[in-house]
Each structure stands twice: as structure tokens, then as C-alpha cells.
């Protein structure tokens, strides 16, 4: 929830709402790899002489469009040539 969002019982704070979810064991797991992957590209734009706000986004974008990709390849909308050719692509537009 938002800072300042109302639940059901009125306003909630952000740290209220971190605080529900905890009691309730509700977690966000996210796999090592792509925490990894996506700190190399926001360092990479940082050390690039992009703004840190500038840089997260393009790791964000950089790690939904890999998703992305990985996912159609996963459901069979893409061939394998096709998953390389992209990823190849998205690599060298952040990674070079």
C-alpha cells in the first residue's frame, strides 16, 4: 500500500503495511540470479553516468524484458533462435 493508503480499519502506513504482511508471512522471493543481474546493470548505468532513478529503471526494464523473452520461449511463442536473437539484442543495449 501506498504511504498513507486507508485499509479497512482507516489509514495504513507504509511501515503498517510491511508489518501486516510480515505477520501474515506474506514474502516476496525473488531467485539470487536475477538480483545479481540486475545490480551488474544499475551499477554498470551508475558507472555509465546515469542517475541512480535513471539506472534502476533501466535495470527494471532490462530484467522484465529478459522475462519477458525467457517466458515466451518457456510457452513455445518463440522459436530458440529467436530467444538468442533478443537476448543477444537486449544484452548489447545495456551491457555494452
Not at 489509514?11 to 510491511?18: D, F, G, Q
Not at 504482511?21 to 551488474?40: F, G, I, M, P, Y
Not at 551499477?43 to 515466451?72: H, K, N, Q, W
Request: aromatic letters at 6%; a negative charge.
Amino acid at each position: 500500500m501506498k504511504p498513507g493508503s486507508t485499509g479497512p480499519l482507516g489509514p495504513v502506513t507504509l511501515r503498517e503495511a510491511v508489518e501486516q504482511l510480515r505477520e501474515r508471512d506474506l514474502a516476496c522471493t525473488v531467485a539470487s540470479d536475477a538480483v545479481e543481474r540486475k545490480v551488474t546493470i544499475f551499477s554498470d548505468c551508475v558507472e555509465r553516468g546515469f542517475t541512480p532513478l535513471r539506472s534502476e529503471i533501466m535495470a527494471a526494464y532490462y530484467v522484465a524484458e529478459r522475462d519477458a523473452t525467457t517466458e515466451a520461449f518457456d510457452r513455445g511463442l518463440i522459436t530458440r533462435g529467436e530467444l538468442e536473437t533478443r537476448q543477444a539484442a537486449l544484452a548489447r543495449r545495456f551491457l555494452t
